[in-house]
C-alpha cells in the first residue's frame, strides 16, 4: 500500500450503496428468532381476536317513501302544503327520535334480557331463556344491575346481585322481593341442579333501552329520487335484531302516518275547544237578553246613579283628612320620640282638647329642668326627682298619641271598605239601555266567529281525511346468518401483513443498526488494502486447532491453501519470508490462521517456524504440542535462553514452534530492543518462513513493532464478528506507521458468500436460492 495515497475515509465515500443481501442474510439468520416472534405474536393476536370477539349481526330492510294527498283534489291546497314532509332527511330523524324509540320499547318484549356466561364470552338467550322474569314492580334499585341466577331444582332457584353479594334462595312462582324490586320467576324449560350452566339475567331501564336502540339504529337513504330508504340494526343476537328491524318498519307506517296528520289534528282540537268556548258564551247573552226584558220593564236608575256619586264623594272627602291627620300624628310621633324638637305650649288643631293640655304641661316641666340644670346637678336628688316627673309624663302622651293614631286607622280601614262597596255598586248599575246595545253586538261577533270556525274545522277535516301515507316495504327485515363483524378473514390478513410489516421494519432498524462486518465488498469499498484470501465457515465440528490436517478436503482447509499460493504474489524477490497475522481483537481466528497457514507451508516441503508473538497470554496451540512456561520468546529476548533451545517440534514436518514463555512485565519494550530483530535475522537463516502470532493490534501495540519487521502483515478479519470501526482503526494504523505489504484475510465468511478454489467439498453447501438464504 502506498502510504502517500489518501484513504477511502478521507473521501466522503458512500459504504454501502443499496442493499447488501449477504448482510441481510446475516442479519434475519441472527434475529430468526425474533422474526418468528414477531410474525407468530401478530398472527396469534389475529386469531384471538376473532376467537374472542362475539360475533355483531346486522339485520336490514328497505322502504320506499310514497305520500299521497287527494285532499288537494277538493280545492283545498292552502291548508296542506307541507314541503318538509317530503324531505328523507326527516323521515331518518324521525325513526332515531326518542319518541319513535319508545312506541319501540313499547312493543317489545325488551324488558329483561337473558344471559348465557362464559369463560370469556357471553351469549344472549333471546326467546330461548330456560326461565322467565314477569311481574316486575315498584324499584329502580337492580336495574341494569347483573342478577345471576342458579338453579337447585325444579321448584327453587338461588339469586345474587352481581359477584361478590349474598345468594337468595327462592322458589319458582313466589314472588321474589330484592332491594324494594319484586319480581317472579318461571321455570320453562325444566331447570334442575344438573344445569351447570351459569345464568344471569338484568332488568333494564328504559334509559338503557332507548340508548342501546339509538346507538345501533342506522337509518340512511338509498335513493332521493325514489324516496327510498334503508333501516339496519346491529346486535350479537342475530334473531333480536331481526325482531327489532321488523318491529321498525311496522310502527313507522302508523308512527309516521300520526306524525303527518299530528298538525291538523291539533288544529281541530284546538278548534273543539274555541267551539266550545264560543257556545258557552253565546248562551249567557242568550240568557242575559231573557233576564233584562223581565227585570227592566219600564225602570229609570238616574236619580240612583247620582246619590250613589254623592255618597262616594262624601267618603273620599273624609279618607283624604283622615290620612292628613295620620301624616301629621306620625311625624309628632318620631320627633316625640327622637327628641328632635322639644314640645312647646303651641296646640296642635288636629290633637284632642286632653292631648294638648298634656302636651302644654310636659313643655313646662321641661324648662323647669332646663332651670334646674343649670343650678343643680344631675346627680341631685332635685334633678332626679324632676327628670323621673318628665319621664313619667313622656310616657303617657306616647301611649296616649299611639292610642288616637290606632282609632284613626280603624276608622280609615272601614271608610275603605264602605268605599269599595259602594264602587261595587256603582259598577252593577251601568246605563241598561248602552249594555245591552254592546251585548247585542258582541253577540253578533260571536255568531260571526262560531261560523267561520264551523268552516275551518270541516276544512282541516278534509284536509286530515285526505292526506294518506302510503309506504311500501321493498325488502322486508333479513334474518342474518352471517355476522358482519368481526370480518375473520380480513383481521386474520391484517394480522399476517402487520407481521410482515412489523418484520421488514424490524430487519430495516437491525440491518442498519448492524455494525458488523458481512461481506467482503464492504472491505473493499472501505480499505485501499489488497485482500489475501477468504477463508469461509465451517460446516464441520472443529476437532482441533490443526483443521487443514484433521479434515484436509473441507472447503476452509482448501482456502487456505489458496492463501499459500497467493503469498507468492505478496513477497516475490526473495526466498525467505517472515509473515506477521495480526486482528483487531481477540476471536477473530488470527492464530487458527496463523497454524493452519503454516501447517499447510510446512505440508509443501518450507521449513516454517511458528513463533507466538503473544506474550501477554499464554495458549494452547494443540493438545499434542506442549506449551513450555518456563522458556520461550521472553527468555531468549533476555538472553536467558536462545532461540534453539525453545525450540518445540510438532507432529507436523518442517513446522517448529516457539512459545511466548513466561510471562514479562515489559512485552513493549522487550521487542523494541535490538534481540528481536537479531533474533529475526537469525531465525531466517535458517527457515523458508517465520509466520509470527501477535497479540491484538487493537489492544496493544506489541503487533506494529512485529509488522515492521515483517515481508507480509496479515490482518485478519472475522465475518459477522468484527465491526465496521475496526477497519477505519487499521487504515489508521496503516497511515500513521507507513505499512507496506499490508494484506487482508476475511475468515469465517458464511459459505453462501464469495468462495475461492474449486472441486468438491466435505463441508460445502449445496443448498440454493432461498434455502441457502436462511441457511
Known sequence: MNPTKPSKFSENNVLNEGIDTEKLRVVFKHNIWWVLLIFITSNLAAYLTTRWTKDIYESESELKLDIKRDATDLGINKLTQDPNQDIIAGEIEQMKSRLFINRIIDSLDLRVSYFSEGKVLFDEMYKRAPFVVTNIRVGKQLEDLPI??????????MLRVGVSSATIECNYGTPVVIKGMEFTVLNTSHLTEEDTNDYYFTINSREQLITYLYKNINAEPLNFNANTIRISFKDYNALKAHDIVNKIDSLYIIFSSDQKNLANKQKIDWLNRELGQVEKRMSEFENYFEAFTLRNKSSDLGQDMKQMIYQINQLDSQRYFLNKRLIEINGLIDDFVSKKNKPSSFQYSFLPEYLNKRMDAFAKKMEEKDRLSLAYHENTLAFQQKDKELVTLKDQIFGQLNMLKENWMNTLVELNENKKKLDQEFASMPDKNTEYSKNKRFYSLYTEFYLSMMQSKAQFQIAQAGNTPDFKILSPASLPIVPVSPKKILILSIGLLIGIVLNFFFLGIAYLLNDKITSLKEIEQVLDVPVLGVIPASRLPIISSIHVNDNPKSIVSEAIRSLRTNLDFFTAGGSKKVIT???????????????????????????VAFVDLDMRKTKKINS????????????????????????????????????????????????????????IDEIRQEYDFIIMDTPPVGLVTDAIMAMRKSDLSIYVIRAN?????FLRNIDRIISVNKLSNVAIVLNALPQSGHAYGYGYYEDK?????WKNFFS
Open 581 to 607: 497475522i495480526s486482528s483487531s481483537v481477540s476471536g477473530e481466528g488470527k492464530s487458527f490462521l496463523a497454524l493452519n497457514l503454516g501447517v499447510v507451508l510446512a505440508l509443501s516441503n518450507k521449513k
Open 765 to 769: 453447501s449445496t443448498k440454493k436460492g
Open 624 to 679: 499434542l504440542i506442549v506449551n513450555s512456561t518456563q522458556l520461550g520468546l521472553s527468555t531468549v529476548l533476555i538472553k536467558k535462553n536462545t532461540w534453539r533451545e525453545c525450540i518445540q517440534k510438532t507432529p507436523i514436518e518442517n513446522l517448529d514452534y516457539i512459545p511466548s514463555g513466561p510471562h514479562p512485565p515489559n512485552p513493549s519494550e522487550l521487542l523494541l530492543n535490538g534481540e528481536f530483530t537479531s533474533l
Open 148 to 157: 345471576y341466577f342458579i338453579p337447585l331444582s325444579e321448584k327453587s332457584f
Open 721 to 725: 464478528y468484527s465491526k465496521k470501526d
